[in-house]
């Protein structure tokens, strides 16, 4: 069989589980990322702790793909600086572009990350923005250069859920991108379906890191996600809507 | 000179590298804006801080 991969920006992955590395320990950080088999993890850019302390780059293993967040960028010229000095820090060129002005919902700003997504593409940026799923959002990004579509599940850190799933099957459905299921997802259950839609990957973040176990965690998501994935290839089976079906063959009973 | 949005006069002109090592920061993990500007790198020797610059210096930490 040949291998199942997901390629974004030239790079290839086989884990399908991405996670955000926000609201961990440092000392918990890397063990999460081996139990959840990651292979793409998110971070932030903020100013230098002076002090010293410790640099979460220690314990992210060499092998995982870097992708920064703009977040902290209230507009598209925010996230455009923050993406230039990212990608300073020598780690590569992908940026997931997140613009956030608001402040109760912490919903994206979907038309400023469209005019981000523009100056960033041609600047050679592997961009992967973070929207609320619209599908005419989309389609602009794809048009503007987007290496994949990052819709939200629910708001940040809700871990609510896929209330937006027929907003994302739209995405799903009719861009051909690897569409990337960020935000709100609170459970693998979550995560596997929507795996199970055709999401290429889910990212998760606040739902490991405010687990009791965290490790344990990171692999109930990875196993969810392969899970979701399999199922997806494999073609679900069909629903009916007003009738029942044997399973059971429905001759050879043992009546006359 | 301005460090991050705080004032922290500077008593002379010093290298961009010297200063941040003098801080204790790793140089490999940090990005530098000079006055707005991108500083790469490669320029950390030779760009000299001056009182009046604002600098931002800044690194990756755990975000989702």
Sequence with gaps: MQQDTL???????????????????????????ESGEVEMVTLALRRANLGGGGNILDYI?????????????????????IARLARELGCGDFVKIEVINDTKYL????AETIKATEILAK????????????????????????????PLGAPIGSNKGLLT?????????????????DAGIGRPSQACEA????????????????????????RA?????????????????????YTGEASSPLTGFLQD | MKLNGE????????????????LGCDPGKVAVEQNGQIVPKAQFASVVLKDTDELEVVSFVGGG
């Design chain 1, 221 to 241: 998501f990875k196993l969810a996600v392969q899970a979701g994935r399999t199922a997806y290839l494999a073609g679900l089976g069909r629903v009916l809507e």
């Design chain 2, 7 to 22: 004032n922290r006069p500077l008593e002379e002109p010093v290298s961009l590298l010297a200063y941040l090592t003098a």
């Design chain 1, 165 to 181: 799933r027929d907003f994302v099957r739209m995405l799903i459905e009719e861009i051909d991108l690897p569409i990337v299921v």
């Design chain 1, 7 to 33: 390629i974004i920006g030239g790079k290839e992955f086989t884990s399908r589980f991405f996670l955000g590395t926000g609201k961990f320990s440092l000392e918990k950080t890397k063990e999460t990322i």
């Design chain 1, 195 to 218: 795996m199970e839609m055709g999401a290429a990957a889910v990212l998760a973040n606040t739902a490991v890191a405010t687990a009791k176990d965290v490790v344990a965690m990171a």
């Design chain 1, 107 to 110: 919903m994206p700003d979907n």
């Design chain 1, 123 to 150: 600047e050679g940026f592997v961009v992967l923005p973070y929207i609320s799923p619209d599908l005419i959002a989309a389609r602009a990004l794809r048009d503007a250069g987007a290496a994949a579509i990052m």
């Design chain 1, 61 to 81: 293993p060499k092998t995982v793909t870097l992708l920064p967040n703009t977040s902290g960028a209230r507009d598209a010229k925010e996230a455009v600086r």
